[in-house]
């Protein structure tokens, strides 16, 4: 009998022992557990914090066009340009038929507003130079002069036939 008791102790540390392991693991198992949860809590707030970017920037793009429209409206046309190269620095030199666009569309509201000599000063002065530094606008600048001529739907001279 006093043989097995120290078996018998021996065997009740080894199997503290193993409980303690057994505990240590799946205490351990459980931190790893949390860890991923947390590593998957924070992937997914990143991935909503973009989301919310661009969600942002959709709308700061949105409001910005919505501005541009409501200046081309007005007739505010330098203040579109100036809000153009405030938002995308570069943008009327890298494009452009956006800055020839602006240009023709302040060039048709003059003609409609029977400004002809204000209209003809625009084409000569910023039209022409545009579509001359960049050919393929000649289209658009010969479609837009043709506006000047008489019978035309743009034209709020309106011609009566006999």
Do not use: C
């Amino acid at each position: 009998s006093d043989v097995r008791q120290p078996q018998q102790q021996q065997q009740q540390q080894q199997d503290s022992s193993s409980t303690s392991m057994i505990a240590q693991l799946v205490h351990g198992m459980h931190d790893l557990q949390q860890q991923r949860r947390w590593q998957q809590l924070q992937q997914q707030l990143k991935s909503q914090a973009a989301s919310s970017d661009v969600l942002q920037q959709q709308l700061e793009a949105q409001r910005s066009l919505q501005t541009v429209q409501v200046l081309v409206d007005q007739g505010r046309y330098s203040e579109v340009e100036d809000l153009l190269e405030d938002l995308q620095p570069g943008l009327l030199q890298e494009y452009p038929v956006v800055g020839f666009d602006i240009k023709r569309l302040q060039f048709v509201k003059l003609i409609q507003s029977n400004e002809l000599p204000a209209a003809l000063q625009l084409a000569r002065t910023q039209l022409t130079p545009l579509a001359d530094k960049h050919p393929e606008l000649l289209p658009s600048l010969k479609s837009a002069m043709a506006l000047l001529l008489p019978g035309q739907p743009s034209s709020s001279s309106s011609s009566s036939s006999s």
